[in-house]
């Protein structure tokens, strides 16, 4: 990295916060500090956003052509794979991940940075050509950069999140200023110095490390930004959006989920279909400790399966190893803050104060850091907070129903809708429910992956917009019609003012 607490770039320097404030970073697995950062603020906020300003008004990078821009994302492709073992394991420590997600978290990102050189280059350059009715119209629709972006990540997945924004943004020709979470910016600071590595034009890529309340309200508000993509909580997102529209800047929001994970008893009518579906429902609970936006954390299950599906479910939850992600046999890392763990206590403490039944974890195990055990949780309805609100952690929520109505019901009574799983071996009711789902992403049989060729995002309350695919390449791009007349004449629509006086 940079030197020390000067993880602030703009315009092609390095450098501490203007008011020479710090952050310590703690690492979660024993609550201790191991980095510093700087903490910038509104000036220095404004300062990166001048830079973008000018390098997107004057500057080259979105003056240069597709390939070009292609060749550069590729470039920062081979980067990633060169520095893997480096930033998957700064991953991990920042975020409290296992270091195998962090080198996938890389590979990832890596592949996001490839897909986007993709579609950029393998566009046809000259436009849309429409048809005007008339010889005499040359009539084509280009797409051209938004300008300068501010780009806002969360703690979660710091380096997925900030890629699926850099990637596309820059294959598009814009400028942008990115703010990591506060809590897990390291790896944005180095995924900024390979772009600048891989020769982006200075000024093109700027970073401020900082607190979301001043330098993303900042970037959110500011009348030099043209877009504000920002991925993080509901409440977060919506101060944006609202700051965003005083300016009326384009909003993408990437907010949270309370995903359900249906499961019909004929899913699991063999013993490799309960098991598949039960080691599933596991990952889709507690990977990264439930801290993943899509984490299935409701359990909606056929009822005369629920028994032994929980039983075994609940087995596995407290076998799950914790511990610190880069030690031999560790399965799944703490929470990333103190704040997160009270939280998921909280949420916990009322569950069970509403009559839900703990079927497994329930508390912290002893010892240091922010760890939490998984948790399950069963005989839950949707009157408890538990089922309806985000909790970000390791919980996981049991409901039932008897009918396929009952069940898709339940799955989409959520003010959220990011995504969604069906479990069943019947094809003609998998798709039936996929169908009615009404969730960004439906998975039959699965649950987690994602390409980074199909859109990602949100129904309802988890957003505005979407990220990868085709879609997320055109929420950083604008689209321009030229019109041009081969033979142009008067209109004669005001044909009194050409009368002789
Ligand atoms: P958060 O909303 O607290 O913070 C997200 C980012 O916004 C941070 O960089 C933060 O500093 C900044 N921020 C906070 N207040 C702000 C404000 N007023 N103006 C501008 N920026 C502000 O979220 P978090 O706790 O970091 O992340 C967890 C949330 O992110 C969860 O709700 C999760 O579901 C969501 N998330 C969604 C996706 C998705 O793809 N939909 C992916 C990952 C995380």
């Known amino acids: 990295m940079t030197a020390a607490q000067q993880t602030i770039h703009v315009g092609g320097e390095w450098r501490a916060a203007l008011s020479g404030a710090t952050r310590e970073i703690i690492d979660p697995v024993d609550a201790t500090p191991f980095e510093v950062v700087a903490e910038g603020g509104v000036a220095d906020t404004d300062d990166a956003v001048a830079a973008a300003r000018a390098a997107f008004d004057f500057g080259a990078w979105p003056r240069t052509p597709a390939a070009e821009r292609a060749a550069l994302l590729r470039r920062v492709a081979v980067l990633l794979e060169r520095d893997r073992e480096r930033i998957g394991a700064l991953e991990s ?3 409290g991940k296992t270091l ?12 996001a940075f490839r897909y986007f050189a993709d579609l950029v280059e393998n566009e046809d350059g000259g436009g849309r050509a429409v048809d005007a009715g008339s010889d005499e119209i040359r009539s084509v629709v280009v797409h051209e950069p938004v300008g300068v972006c501010a780009l806002i990540t969360p703690w979660n997945y710091p380096l997925l999140q900030a890629s699926w924004k850099i990637a596309p943004a820059l294959a598009a020709g814009n400028t942008f200023v990115i703010k990591p979470s506060e809590i897990t910016p390291l790896t944005t600071v180095v995924l900024v110095e390979l772009l600048l ?15 979301g309340d001043t330098v993303g309200a900042r970037l959110a508000e500011h009348p030099q930004v043209d877009l504000v993509s920002f991925t993080g909580g509901l409440v977060s997102g919506t101060k944006v959006a609202r700051s965003a529209a005083d300016s009326v800047k384009k909003v993408a929001l990437e907010l949270g989920g309370k995903n359900p994970n249906v499961v019909f008893a004929d899913a699991c009518s063999t013993p490799e279909g309960f098991d598949t579906a039960v080691d599933q429902a596991l990952n889709a609970a507690f990977i990264h400790s439930g801290q993943v936006c899509s984490a299935g954390s409701r359990l909606i299950i056929e009822e005369p399966l629920r028994d032994r599906f929980v039983a075994e479910l609940s087995r596995r939850a407290e076998l799950i190893r914790l511990g610190r992600g880069t030690d031999a046999g560790v399965e799944c890392g703490p929470l990333v803050s103190a704040a997160q763990l009270a939280r998921t206590e909280a949420y916990v403490a009322s569950a069970l104060a509403e009559g839900a039944a703990l079927r497994a974890g329930g508390g912290r195990p002893a010892g240091p850091g922010y760890f939490f055990r998984p948790t399950v949780l069963d005989r839950c309805h949707r009157g408890m907070r538990v089922v309806r609100e985000e909790v970000f ?5 049991v409901e039932t129903f008897r009918t396929e109505e009952e069940a898709v019901a339940l799955a989409n009574d959520t003010e959220y ?8 071996s019947d094809e003609h009711r998998a798709r039936r429910v996929a169908g009615l789902l009404r969730h960004g992403t439906v998975w039959i049989n699965d649950f987690h992956p994602y390409l ?4 990602w995002g949100g129904f309802g309350k988890s957003g505005i917009g979407r990220e990868l695919g085709p879609g997320g390449f055109a929420e950083y791009r604008e689209a321009k019609h030229i019109y041009q007349n081969l033979a142009p004449r008067p209109v004669r629509w ?3 003012t050409t009368a002789k006086g």
């Open 452 to 455: 980074p060729q199909a859109e």
């Open 494 to 496: 005001f044909a009194g």
């Open 417 to 424: 809708g990011l995504a969604g799983a069906v479990w069943t």
């Open 93 to 95: 420590r920042d975020a």
């Open 100 to 111: 195998h997600e962090g080198r996938v978290d890389v590979d990832c990102v890596r592949d």
């Open 393 to 397: 952690g390791p919980v996981l929520t």
């Open 197 to 211: 590595e891989a020769g982006l034009p200075l000024g093109a890529a700027n970073i401020v490390t900082g607190p």
